[in-house]
């Protein structure tokens, strides 16, 4: 048999044995779409995912919603381990029982329990079919990773992959656009219609890759996502008016006092409140960045270093 028939042959009978196992599974339990499950049955979109990670033998692959294994048995063909990620004990089972008996058998390691609350072993590739509700909380995660990931392949939901590629002045741009593209460079790799998955989503998807920036930005994540917070309440009003909230104040003096203290100063309050202290200095920053009647759904990353820095240079910290 010729080696193209062969790898012909090779690829039918995989996707027949997917076919079988999905029927099986249905037929067993119902799928928690609560807990995003829906699994991919197109093999050659599984495929084109894993091809797209570009997977060396020596590599370490996370995988975060395993279900049935439609994408991990391909990665197994091409990692030297995987570990898989996976909150739901029926899924861990079949899957368990799928390569039982497989050459991948001994390179799969499977983690139960919940992706957020699991310390994670050194990887360097991660690809996911990721459950909706831990879209964000998943992506930033990787990004805080002491070893992140050399790349990310990763499906969502068509609405949150947009917000991750969004550009100042999109409609979609967006503090999770902003926060991301600080720290990583995200492409769009290809679309997924509701119908390849089983059962079917509500809406579309989109597979991106993340690549987290090396070397890591010099800014601490903690005030750059505190800054972002107060910026992105209403992106299309002017900043000057996001630093007008009684909570945003309350917190910035806290924050400038503990910054006060931390460093042996001491402001004369007497003529002015500590809150009029802290009222002027934003206003003499936003005046001196020029940043006061500019909207942040229109401002890049530029623009909010610029203005972290300026609020930093007076004492004025986020987090």
Known sequence: MAKADKKKYAGAASSSKQVAAEKHLSSVFKFNTDLGQHILKNPLVAQGIVDKAGIQPSDIVLEVGPGTGNLTVRILEQARKVVAVEMDPRMAAELTKRVHGTPGEKKLDILLGDFMKTDLPYFDICISNTPYQISSPLVFKLINQPKPPRVSILMFQREFALRLLARPGDSLYCRLSANVQMWANVTHIMKVGRNNFRPPPQVESSVVRIEIKNPRPQVDFNEWDGLLRILFVRKNRTIAAGFKSSTVLEILEKN?????????????????SMLEIVKEK??????????????????????????LYAFHQVGIHFS
């Not at 400038?256 to 002015?272: F, G, P, Q, R």
């Not at 934003?282 to 270093?305: A, N, W, Y």
């Open 256 to 272: 400038y006092k503990t910054y006060l203290a931390m460093n042996n100063e001491i402001v004369d309050d007497t003529k002015s």
């Open 282 to 307: 934003i206003t003499t920053v936003l005046r001196e960045t020029e940043m006061s009647e500019r909207r942040s759904g229109k401002c890049d990353q530029t623009d909010f270093l610029r203005l």
